[in-house]
């Protein structure tokens, strides 16, 4: 993947394209994004916490996480996002892929070469932001029956992994642009919750709390300023 591809984590369609959705497909999108945490909840700044038994309980777990990942439209999902405090990921790159999960993911090694993207995230529906990352990666987990995974990605693929690391250390995609591109993102979901619009044109979300998310969105300012981005 070149420098100046464009891709969006969690969301592999723009959306441009859920208009063309079939009643039944955007049903299960809008249910799975319902049940996905958005800003301002604050498990999505809690750190997770090592996974310590991979029984049944934890390959139920990872299939839920799939089974909303897919429903959702999107290409991963971190365990926090559904509110489960656990060092636990989900992802498919590509629709011809398998889903793989891992749990207790570590970053051994990281290019230097770095390649910037747009990503969008479950977590902030409508905000989508140019991010850098180094461009292949090499990850070592365990899978939900224990057994020790050795991953080395490159591409939307390690852009994928390292989004979702980041959800488990309580970090999101506005953490990592700089200030002034992430006051022009909050100030674009404010103005859009004024007005009582989801922003970039996304589709209104049934159950949504406009007031709550842009109260959200100024303790983010406050609480979380933005830093200089920089790769993970």
């Not at 497909?25 to 310590?52: I, Q, S, Y």
């Not at 038994?53 to 999107?74: H, I, K, N, S, T």
């Not at 969008?120 to 990352?133: F, M």
């Amino acid at each position: 993947m070149s420098a100046d591809t464009e891709s969006q984590i969690e969301h592999e369609d723009p959306e441009e394209e859920v208009e063309e959705l079939d009643a039944e497909t955007r049903a299960r999108r809008d249910a799975a994004l319902r049940a996905v945490r958005k800003l301002g909840d604050p498990v999505l700044r809690a750190t997770a916490l090592p996974v310590e038994r991979f029984d049944e309980e934890l390959r139920v777990e990872a299939q839920r996480m799939d089974e909303l990942m897919q429903a959702a439209l999107g290409v991963g999902l971190a365990a926090t996002q559904v509110g489960i405090l656990h060092r636990l990921l989900v992802y498919r790159a590509y629709p011809e892929d398998p889903t793989t999960a891992l749990a207790n993911p570590v970053l051994e090694w990281v290019s230097d070469e770095l390649e910037a993207a747009e990503e969008g995230c479950l977590s902030l529906p409508g905000i989508h932001v140019e991010v850098e990352r180094p461009a292949r990666v090499r990850v070592r987990a365990r899978d939900t029956n224990g057994a020790e995974l050795l991953v080395e990605a490159e591409g939307l693929e390690a852009r994928v992994i390292q989004h979702e690391i980041d959800h488990l250390d309580g970090v999101l995609i506005l953490d990592r642009i700089s200030r002034e591109a992430r006051r022009d993102a909050m100030r674009a979901l404010r103005e859009a919750r004024t007005a009582g619009e989801p922003p970039s044109g996304a589709p209104q979300r049934e159950g949504s709390r406009p007031a709550r998310e842009d109260a959200a969105a100024g303790r983010e300012d406050r609480e979380h300023p933005a830093r200089d981005a920089t790769p993970a």
